[in-house]
């Protein structure tokens, strides 16, 4: 990983941003300069509130760099707040340069930029390397069992507890956010994503923790076997537990109940209720 990465303020056009020092080359700065074309020219593979596009920047000497270009657009409330907060895009470049930073992996950023409008955020963007041979952990929670889900568990959990030990809190910590792949000798790599909601906090205690686990989709005859390994062996100690299952009952009631409103949404949309 990069405990040296380095960084270098950019403006390009109407953006004002930064790039990584590996992007400082005339053909990149000019395709940055306006990100919604280099966005188009993509193959746009997410489209909601905001869009993920995976794009191929060339430098000057013709080499390609696969990356995944993420575009930010701030409504409402969101655009109100950063006249005074940082905005998704700048989170998003200090959330992976953090990490990077702490020797836990996540795709490497290369460029942020945002355009302001009389002090708002009029749109923002955030551009880090495509990672190959990956995939969502959701993906592997639902096809493993076994030993093999084990050997997930325990990997993720030592993962884990090496992001909360130096003070990395991600605050949307779901099996959508973080990659797994796989090293040379078969063992697990994670990978953390949607690295504008990473916190660098100066401790985190015991039952933030706990509480930032309930986001993952551990299957419920794992949950255990999990918060062992995440406790490297160790009786898991009682608030800890408890907390963790008090969070994870109130939030899996949470996610039905969503679930349940879009369907009735859906429903008297159809004129079937």
């Known amino acids: 990983m990069e405990a040296n990465f380095e960084e270098k303020p950019v403006v390009l056009g109407n953006f004002r941003g930064a790039v990584a020092s590996a992007c400082l080359d005339r053909a990149i700065l000019k395709a940055l300069a306006e990100p919604y074309r280099l966005m188009e020219s993509g193959k746009v593979f997410h489209s909601g509130r905001n869009r993920l596009a995976a794009v191929a920047l060339a430098d000057s000497s013709g080499r390609t760099t696969e990356a995944v270009l993420k575009q930010f657009r701030p409504r409402g409330v969101d655009r109100l707040k950063s006249l005074v907060f940082p905005s998704k895009a700048l989170k998003a ?77 991600h605050k949307d910590l779901s099996d959508g956010n973080i990659l797994a792949g796989a090293d040379g000798g078969g063992r697990y790599v994670f990978y953390l994503l949607d690295t504008n909601r990473v916190r660098a906090k100066k401790k985190i205690g015991l039952l933030a923790a706990a509480g930032n686990l309930v986001r993952l989709g551990v299957p419920r005859q794992y949950q255990r076997s999990f918060l062992s390994y995440y406790w490297q062996g160790r009786p898991v100690p009682r608030r800890f537990l408890v907390w963790y299952r008090f969070r994870k009952k109130w939030y899996t009631g949470l996610v039905d109940l969503k679930k349940r409103l879009r369907l009735r949404k859906l429903a008297r949309k159809l004129g079937v209720q």
């Open 93 to 169: 470049w200090r959330g992976a340069v953090w990490l990077l930073r702490r020797n836990i992996p996540t795709p490497r950023p290369l460029a942020f930029l945002e355009r302001k409008i009389g002090g708002l955020t009029a749109e923002g963007y955030f551009l880090a390397e495509k990672l190959d041979n990956v995939q969502e952990v959701r993906h592997l929670f639902r096809s493993l069992a076994g030993e093999e889900m084990n050997k997930l568990l325990r990997a993720l959990a030592v993962f884990l507890r090496n992001c909360h030990g130096p003070g990395i809190l």
